[in-house]
């Protein structure tokens, strides 16, 4: 082969190489920016409106620190059912209060029993989930702060957010993940024709695809023979798939799947997270999710129409809600006044 041919067949490789190398960082950054195009599409329809102390709060935090940071917060997070049939309920089958450090990458959760007899001065008794329907139907706009504010009062916590979630997120997140091994505590059937509701899942480890953990999560009461379950039972089944679910994202590499996860989020989740801090988390979500996830368990009792909490337990969960996010004050709020609690 000749020197000249030699060179010539250098050069053809090289600009092979450049083409197809061109190609794929065309390739690759087209694709980024889709999945940013997506991520912005998502946050604006989760964009939920917040109330004019928090936008100045927001707006002083951005200007003192520096743009990429994330800090300590508390958040309230709500479940909904918007599934046809369902009634059109706003109740919230799920509240809890979720707190996250990252400096140390821990978080701490707390479920509110759904049934829990809340005690408020100006409104009426009434249980937990039926405060942020209420807010909701005389403001439907600024419910998510009027319930995120209501709770902070009612419980002494220091809520950031508050993020609202239909159910359906889950059943659609699941699937994308490829299902979750669940260990079911129960055998579990009930039946609501009314609904499209049909629960049927047998105790033991098994791999639950999304529609299966949404039944696992929502089981309460049974018409077909099997153990009904309480409120607090139902609580450490959300946490157990919360964190599953944490776990399972947190190891997601290609893009193809979190594009599927910004169109589900954007669908089906209202927060009033600011859209910088919602960002960070969407596109830095292995560096930030938490490493350990702390269950607080608070003892409760069912006494027909209401659950009734242990103010013991309730008194330590909730300073450790705190203490999470560097809030170490004691809580002046006397729970007695405020909830209803198990009597010794």
Request: glycine share 6%.
């Amino acid at each position: 082969m000749t020197t000249n041919h030699k060179s010539s067949v250098l050069r053809r490789t090289i600009w092979i190489s450049a083409l197809v190398l061109g190609t794929l960082l065309l390739v690759v950054a087209g694709y980024l920016g889709h999945l940013y195009y997506k991520a912005d599409s998502a946050i604006e329809r989760m964009a939920a409106p917040s109330d004019a102390m928090q936008e100045k709060e927001e707006q002083s935090h951005e200007v003192a620190t520096n743009e990429k940071a994330i800090r300590p917060f508390l958040m309230l997070l709500a479940g909904i059912d918007n599934r046809e049939g369902s009634g059109g309920t706003l109740n919230t089958d799920v509240l809890m209060f979720i707190s996250y450090n990252p400096e140390t990458r821990s978080a701490s959760m707390m479920s509110l029993p759904r049934d829990l007899l809340m005690k408020p001065k100006n409104l009426p008794n009434r249980k937990a989930n039926f405060y942020y329907a209420y807010y909701a139907i005389k403001d439907k706009a600024a419910a998510i702060a009027n319930t995120k504010r209501f709770y902070s009062d009612m419980l002494g916590l220091p809520i950031d957010y508050m993020a609202l979630v239909n159910f359906d997120a889950l059943r659609q997140t699941v699937n994308t993940v490829g299902g979750l091994e669940i260990d079911v505590d129960m055998d579990m059937k009930y039946v609501d024709t009314a609904d499209g509701t049909h629960i049927d899942l047998k105790k033991g480890l098994q791999k639950l695809d999304g529609q299966k953990t949404l039944d696992f999560v929502r089981y309460r009461k049974s018409n077909r023979g099997t153990q009904e379950s309480s409120d607090f039972a139902r609580g450490e089944r959300q946490q157990q798939v919360i964190k599953q679910l944490t776990d399972k994202l947190s190891a997601f590499q290609g893009m193809t799947q979190w594009g599927k996860v910004l169109d589900i989020i954007g669908d089906n989740v209202k927060t009033d997270m600011p859209a910088n801090e919602l960002k960070q988390w969407l596109f830095n979500f292995p560096t930030y999710y938490p490493k350990t996830i702390r269950s607080l368990h608070v003892e409760a009792d069912w006494k027909s129409p209401y659950v009734y909490a242990s103010e013991e337990d309730m008194k330590q969960a909730l300073a450790d809600l705190r203490a999470e996010v560097g809030d170490k004050k004691d809580s002046p709020i006397r729970l007695g006044d405020v909830m209803g609690l198990m009597k010794n």
